[in-house]
Structures are given as structure tokens and as C-alpha cells.
């Protein structure tokens, strides 16, 4: 057994065929009974158990029936291209939730880790918009909405927010496409769910087991 600590902060984004918002986001069954989507996340500052993770990128591409808290999911993780051996490593477990701590969750919710890879990711702001890429499979921006006020809508404190950020820029994707060799990982779909905000994880040494 060993303590494993990570601390990260950085940008998230999220992407699915739900309509805007997610029910995911407030604890209810996705729309259509079924969720397939994208969560990202762009590392700006970060550490995982001693091995810096700075400026690498995260996606996570996942599909489930039901409610999400009813697990089961199927999940292809990207890590990009840069990282080395010891930060892809470091990465996946993060994300898959395997070192415990605020992302323990998403080993709860796993049902089949499909693939666990390294490849190009690039996440680019231009203006209010944000736009994801990742090798040609999955690619697609995010537009804020915005208020009467002029101000970006928010969401905070929902049962999302401890796996991605509090508080969530409400916001509608644009030309969201996936094509992952299987039918329920492909879609071409435009003004469906999709949030951004930031992110802040602190895991300050949760007990894992080691075989």
C-alpha cells in the first residue's frame, strides 16, 4: 500500500448530446436515456505523485445508459503526445480515478476502460470561443450563452462540479463531431450541451492498493 498525493489546476471543458444543460450536471438521467461525450482537461499547473504534469492535456471520451451515477461506463482516454512515459502513466490513473482524491469518482463510474492512449490534442481559444481537436477522431468548440446582463451564464454546486469545476460557463457546442470506430462513439451533431470553466484538484495522500 502506498499514499499517493496530486495536485492539479487548469481549464476544463465538457461536450455531449444532451441538450444544453446536461442533466448529468444535476444529478438526472441524460436525455434520450444515453449520454456519449467529451470531458477535457488543459493541465496549467500540475504535479502527480512527485511527477510534473504541467501543460499536458486530458480527454475523456464516454458513453452510459441511466443515470450516471449508476456506473458502467465505457471510457477511451486520450493523453497528448508530449507526455513521456512516466507523465502518461501518472495521467492515466489520475483520470481514470485510480489515485483516488476529488477524481475517485470516475473509477466508480468506469464499466470498460476501452483504450488508454497517447495522441495529438490541441484545445485553442479564439474570442469567447473554444475549440477542441484530438487526431482527426473528435473535434468541436464551445460558445458561452450569455445573460440579459451581458454576463456568462453559470452554474455552480452541482453533483458535476467535484469531478470537473465550480463554477460552469453554460455554453452550446458547435460542429461536435466523434468517430471512434464504434456506433455509440460516433455523432456529427451542432448546438447541443457543452460547459467550460476551471478546475482545482487537491488529493493530499489517499491510501492505494499496489499489487
Not at 191 to 197: H, N, S
Request: charge should be negative; include cysteine; hydrophobic fraction near 35%.
Amino acid at each position: 500500500m502506498e499514499y499517493v498525493s496530486y495536485n492539479l489546476r487548469g481549464h476544463f471543458l465538457e461536450m455531449c448530446d444532451c441538450s444544453t444543460i446536461c442533466p448529468c450536471w444535476l444529478g438526472e438521467a441524460p436525455d434520450n436515456g444515453a449520454c456519449t461525450g467529451v470531458f477535457g482537461w488543459d493541465i496549467t499547473e500540475g504535479e502527480i505523485a512527485n511527477v510534473d504534469v504541467t501543460g499536458r492535456k486530458v480527454i475523456s471520451a464516454s458513453y452510459h445508459t441511466g443515470n450516471r451515477s449508476d456506473g458502467g461506463q465505457d471510457v477511451y482516454l486520450f493523453v497528448d503526445e508530449e507526455a513521456d512515459d512516466e507523465q502518461f502513466q501518472a495521467l492515466a490513473n489520475a483520470f481514470t480515478g485510480r489515485l483516488g482524491g476529488p477524481l475517485g469518482e470516475l473509477a466508480v463510474l468506469m464499466g470498460t476502460l476501452k483504450a488508454a492512449e497517447r495522441c495529438p490534442i490541441k484545445i485553442s481559444a479564439e474570442a469567447d470561443k473554444l475549440r477542441l481537436q484530438v487526431d482527426g477522431r473528435i473535434s468541436g468548440d464551445i460558445t458561452p450563452l450569455f445573460g440579459t446582463d451581458g454576463q456568462v451564464t453559470e452554474l455552480a454546486h452541482s453533483p458535476l462540479s467535484k469531478v470537473l469545476g465550480s463554477r460552469a460557463e453554460v455554453g452550446k457546442s458547435g460542429a461536435f463531431q466523434m468517430d471512434l470506430g464504434e456506433d455509440k462513439f460516433t455523432m456529427e451533431m451542432d448546438g447541443l450541451a457543452a460547459m467550460r470553466g476551471r478546475f482545482a484538484y487537491d488529493n493530499q495522500g489517499t491510501l492505494i492498493g499496489t499489487k
